[in-house]
């Protein structure tokens, strides 16, 4: 059962355009939620976070926005840039009983920005 | 600083070598993971130390041989692998995060990974 979900495996937008990458969660424990983004055979490079007590974090270009009654959330990159081409995962993790260290991930969303 | 260090960056081994994956932290945190990644996937976590103590084993086979050698290292013994477990090996690591009634992680920092053939 798949409890972070990235139902797009892939996203091409124009550069300087906004990027919306989309991600949902079952898990009604989860209260913190990540985007990594990741290019080819390197480690996922921490990008924002947010907490379930906020409905949005910016950093720089990058926001956050977490709609908990929809168990939603979507990361914004204005503007796009090439560079921003990788792999994006969401990841979520929470307290679902004892001591949970698990970061539980979506499957990624390829984001390419045209130059 | 935000650095998590790996080594060997490329390892190639054969199915009767023994050999092993280090990673290195100096940001204090007391939580260490290793995860497996293959290609378009996600990464599959493997073992979890918490302050040196191993607290997670995600059913990983016994070829696969964590240690934790004081708070800012951890190792990943390899021994008799197959093919199959060629992949990117990340290790990361994260404070905690105190909840009611235990303990969650907060944001986890990759180190840049070990790209591990198995001949």
């Known amino acids: 059962d798949q409890q972070v979900k990235q139902n797009s495996p892939s996203l091409s937008v124009q550069e300087g355009r906004i990027s919306i990458l989309n991600c949902d969660y079952t898990?009604?424990?989860?209260?913190?939620f990540l985007w990594y983004k990741k290019y080819p055979a390197e480690g996922p490079t921490f990008l924002i976070s947010i907490s379930s007590i906020k409905d949005k974090n910016e950093d720089g270009r990058f926001t956050v926005f977490l709609n908990k009654s929809a168990k939603h959330l979507s990361l914004h990159i204005v503007p796009s840039q090439p560079g921003d081409s990788a792999v994006y995962f969401c990841a979520a993790s929470g307290n679902s009983g004892g001591s949970n260290y698990k970061l539980t991930f979506g499957k990624g969303t390829l984001l390419t920005v045209n130059p | 600083d935000t650095e998590v260090t790996q080594t060997p960056k490329h390892l190639v081994m054969g199915m009767t070598n023994k050999k092993s994956l280090k990673c290195e932290q100096h940001m204090g945190h007391r939580a260490m993971y290793w995860y497996k990644q293959k290609a378009k996937k996600p990464p599959e976590l493997m073992f979890v130390y918490s302050y040196e103590k191993l607290s997670i084993n995600e059913s990983v086979p016994s070829r696969f041989s964590p240690e934790c050698p004081n708070s800012s290292l951890l190792n990943l013994h390899l021994h008799a692998l197959q093919p199959e477990d060629s992949a990117l090996y990340l290790c990361?690591?994260?404070?905690?995060?105190?909840?009611?009634?235990?303990?969650?992680?907060?944001?986890?920092?990759f180190g840049p990974g070990t790209r591990l053939t198995v001949l």
């Open positions: 990361a690591s994260s404070q905690e995060r105190g909840l009611a009634g235990g303990y969650s992680t907060d944001t986890q920092y």
């Open positions: 898990n009604s424990m989860f209260d913190y």
